[in-house]
Structures are given as structure tokens and as C-alpha cells.
């Protein structure tokens, strides 16, 4: 069964800069794409960020040039380099396969003065 863990989040004012990471476990991690996502208050979850199993990024709403995603097979891990943070940003971030299994908990992104 799919797991992920996802940390790193926190209260950050803006122009601030996090970076998440996520463990990932119950699967063949080096042969899946894998996303960020994030939830804003009131909103539908979103995919932010994929990178495949080649490591071919791609870069959703209005994030690219911003967020960076990356990944380590060796770990199972997945992370996102955030920078220039705004208000906008505030969410809950998971992380996940393309397309997405059941989820973890995620970890909160305030960006706050």
C-alpha cells in the first residue's frame, strides 16, 4: 500500500523560501512520476509540480520559475524547493504519484506577515 510522508512546511513571510520533502513507501518509487499538490482553504487539491521517473519536470499554476522539484531514488524521496512565497501559496502540500493513490496528511504552508 502506497504511503507518503510529506515535511518541511511551516509559517513563512512573504518572498520567503521553504523546502518540503516526502517519503514515499509501498511502491516501485524509481518507476512513477511523482507530484506535488496543494489544497488552499476552501479549494479544490491541485497539482503544483511532476517530475517523471527520468526526471522531466513540469510546473503548474503559475508556480514555474518559483518551485523547483527534484527527486532522490536512492531515498524515496521527492522534494520541493519553494522561493518568492506569496500569500497565494498558503496551503496544505502533498505529495503523490501522477495520477494520485490515496493520500497522506501533508504539511501546512502559511505565508504570513
Known amino acids: 500500500q502506497a504511503q507518503f510522508v510529506e515535511s518541511g512546511g511551516g509559517l513563512v513571510q512573504p518572498g520567503g523560501s521553504l523546502t518540503l520533502s516526502c517519503v514515499a513507501s509501498?511502491?516501485?518509487?524509481?518507476?512513477?512520476?511523482m507530484g506535488w499538490y496543494r489544497q488552499a482553504p476552501g479549494k479544490q487539491r491541485q497539482l503544483v509540480a511532476g517530475i517523471t521517473d527520468r526526471g522531466t519536470t513540469t510546473y503548474f499554476r503559475g508556480v514555474e520559475g518559483r518551485f523547483t522539484i527534484s527527486r532522490d531514488n536512492a531515498k524515496n524521496t521527492v522534494y520541493l524547493q519553494m522561493t518568492s512565497l506569496n500569500a497565494e501559496d498558503t496551503a496544505v502540500y502533498h505529495c503523490n504519484t501522477v495520477p494520485a493513490v490515496p493520500w497522506g496528511q501533508g504539511t501546512q504552508v502559511t505565508v504570513a506577515s
Open positions: 509501498g511502491m516501485v518509487f524509481n518507476t512513477l512520476t
